[in-house]
């Protein structure tokens, strides 16, 4: 159906149609494709008129009577799609009329905004602009912008072309397109910039220029001008304007000690003997934090000098392949490597300080330094504190954690992983298993290092101080006490069996202390896999469980806690660490005591009611423990 000649003067001809009439269901097209291109207004009397057409065209469609079957067949799918070309029009009307309405909403509230328009010069912008750009000069740029160099580093790790030509690597090279959308991408041949790019080239220009006037300046805390009454203050981000003057009163000592953790009670210094002795309150969580974060920034200071190490000794280097020529160079850069030997043992004199270790063990329960390690900031930065520990400081903080390993936290609330009986224990557990992993990846390695070097005289003393400062059921039922007796045992037995073979009176003193700690340990043995003791503590007892009562299978606990397998494996290792270091006397007890567990998980995985994942991973565990006494489990059978 042609459009009349009336309504034709709304539409221009098709670019492809320039000299024939237009169907509706083609400017219908024509006007989906190009409704930017025109005014709203057009577009909607151009709808309105198509939508009249499609109308007159349904209408004649459906008129008439036709007695032809096949005619009168082609006249009702006229007739419906004529029906189906006023509802396209009629839906895309309501499209034009919904865009119509947000474009009206927008451009009011541009012009509520606009309102605001030109209320600032261009010389009180420039005034802004440059009160925040002084903010950024600074004489340390790497220790103020220290979180962007780490990025800057970790990004070149996987980049390394992208540092900068004879420096360090991860610094970015200064002539990088980097801009706030990340890096730009080159210009090929003669293409000009953007308009984007000019924005940034020119914001570059003026920080640049902001920047350099600025450290131009004089550096004087006041500036003296012709012809002034009086000074005018400079003030910088790293020195800002005091509001406000607080006397150094009794009142602010007492508490900046409180956060620091010294001198809780706000009392003199204890003078004798009996005072040192005598317990004091444990550090406060506020102590704690505040004392962390002196950690924190004594670490990020002795770091940031270990970084600027090598370039000082590629300065002497420099000098002495000079020869004669750079002998005063040499006698500078001899100077400065002394100046930063001074500062950087007085900075780790200071950190040692901090960490507390050296105060009296029964000063307080936790111990100070323990106290530290219960939230997850400590436990975080002890590992990157002991790089810059001598060796002997590495081993008194390790003792002093042997010492008071079952005032951990993680030790402390590790009863709470076995209770998921009820919504508030699930929360508690979950905060704890946090705890608890970070723990084992921050603490545990450290500590490795430091037993993986020790003599079996060494390894002997520490196991005999965690058997006579400790509760030894409370530490093998913790995670944490599983991983560090298991290296202790590891570290033990491959003393004995390595070469040269240690002492006689080392090995005798050695067997004394396993034997005191097997008879501990083989108490309650079952005990320390976290499925028995989640069994335990299930609503109705055990029983109700392996029976199959209540529609629960025997293999329930599985259903509960699909992973209680993979927190079993840790004791099985350490069950095998303990076979190697038993005799053959102490190997019969511990087989014994284990019976009914080696068997429940045998029995389980083969025959065929768990998923085979988890029947080859109860069979693994088991293999652990049999292994170590030369036996396997296919040797057991099961009826």
């Not at 590891?490 to 700690?517: H, I, M, N, Y």
């Not at 199959?548 to 397998?565: A, E, H, M």
């Not at 009914?596 to 065929?608: F, H, M, R, Y």
């Amino acid at each position: 159906m042609m459009l009349p000649g009336g309504v034709g003067t709304l539409f221009p001809p098709l670019p492809s149609q320039k000299q024939r009439p237009v169907t509706v269901e083609q400017q219908l097209q024509y006007l989906s494709i190009n409704q930017h291109a025109q005014h709203p207004s057009l577009t909607g009397a151009q709808l309105q008129a198509l939508l009249q057409q499609a109308q007159i065209q349904a209408a004649e469609a459906s008129a008439g009577d036709v007695e032809g079957g096949e005619e009168k067949t082609e006249k009702e799918m006229q007739a419906a799609a004529g029906e189906e070309l006023i509802r396209s029009v009629e839906k895309r009307i309501q499209e034009h009329e919904m865009m119509e309405q947000k474009r009206k909403r927008k451009a009011s509230k541009i012009a509520s905004f606009a309102k605001h328009n030109n209320l600032m010069s261009n010389s009180d912008k420039d005034f802004i602009t440059r009160i925040q750009v002084s903010q950024l000069v600074t004489d340390d740029p790497y220790a103020d912008d220290f979180y962007f160099h780490i990025m800057a580093a970790i990004r070149a790790r996987n980049k390394p072309n992208l540092g900068m030509p004879g420096g360090p690597p991860g610094v970015p090279m200064q002539n990088q397109n980097v801009g706030p959308g990340g890096p730009q991408q080159p210009r090929r041949g003669n293409q000009k910039p953007s308009r984007r790019e000019n924005a940034m080239n020119k914001m570059a220009q003026n920080v640049q220029r902001l920047v350099d006037s600025a450290k131009q300046r004089n550096k004087a805390s006041q500036l003296s001008l012709d012809g002034a009454l009086g000074k005018i203050a400079l003030r910088t981000r790293s020195a800002p304007r005091q509001l406000l003057q607080v006397s150094n009163t009794t009142e602010s000592n007492n508490h900046h000690a409180l956060l620091a953790g010294l001198n809780t009670t706000g009392e003199s210094a204890p003078s004798s003997a009996e005072d040192i002795d005598a317990q004091k309150p444990p550090l406060t969580h506020r102590a704690v934090l505040a004392i962390v974060e002196q950690v924190y920034d004594t670490v990020l200071d002795l770091e940031q000098m270990r970084r600027g190490q090598p370039a000082l000794l590629a300065q002497l280097a420099a000098a002495k392949e000079q020869g004669p020529e750079g002998t005063s160079m040499g006698e500078q850069a001899e100077q400065d490597i002394a100046n930063w030997d001074v500062k950087y043992a007085e900075l780790a004199r200071t950190l040692w300080k901090t960490l507390r270790v050296m105060e009296p063990l029964n000063s307080s329960v936790p111990h100070p330094f323990v106290s530290l390690l219960s939230v997850l900031k400590g436990k975080r930065i002890l590992p990157r504190a002991m790089r810059h520990l001598s060796p002997e400081q590495t081993l008194t903080l390790v003792t002093l954690v042997i010492a008071t390993f079952d005032t951990l936290d993680t030790v402390r609330d590790a009863f709470l992983l076995d209770d998921v009986s009820t919504l508030e224990g699930k929360q508690r557990r979950v905060a704890v298993e946090t705890k608890t992993e970070v723990f084992l990846n921050a603490i545990i390695s450290p500590f490795m290092a430091v037993i993986g070097t020790a003599p079996l005289r060494m390894v002997t003393g520490m196991l005999g101080l965690l058997l006579a400062r400790n509760d030894i059921q409370k530490v093998v039922k913790a995670k944490p006490g599983i991983a560090f007796l298991t290296i202790l045992l590891s570290r033990a037995e491959s003393l004995k069996q390595g070469t040269p073979a240690p002492e006689s009176q080392d090995l005798s003193q050695w067997q004394q202390v396993f034997t005191q700690f097997f008879q501990a340990l083989s108490l309650d043995l079952p005990s320390l896999f976290p499925s028995t003791r989640a069994v335990s503590a299930l609503p109705f007892g055990p029983g109700y469980y392996l029976s199959g009562q209540g529609g629960q299978s025997g293999s329930s606990i599985n259903t509960l806690r699909p992973d209680i397998d993979l927190e079993d494996e840790p004791v099985w290792r350490f069950l095998a660490a303990v076979a190697v270091c038993a005799d053959p006397q102490e190997q019969q007890v511990l087989v014994t005591s284990v019976r009914d567990k080696v068997l429940e998980n045998v029995t389980s995985a083969k025959k065929g009611r768990l998923a085979p994942e988890i029947a080859s991973l109860k069979i693994r565990n088991v293999d652990l423990l049999l292994h170590s006494l030369g036996l396997d489990s296919s040797q057991l059978t099961v009826e």
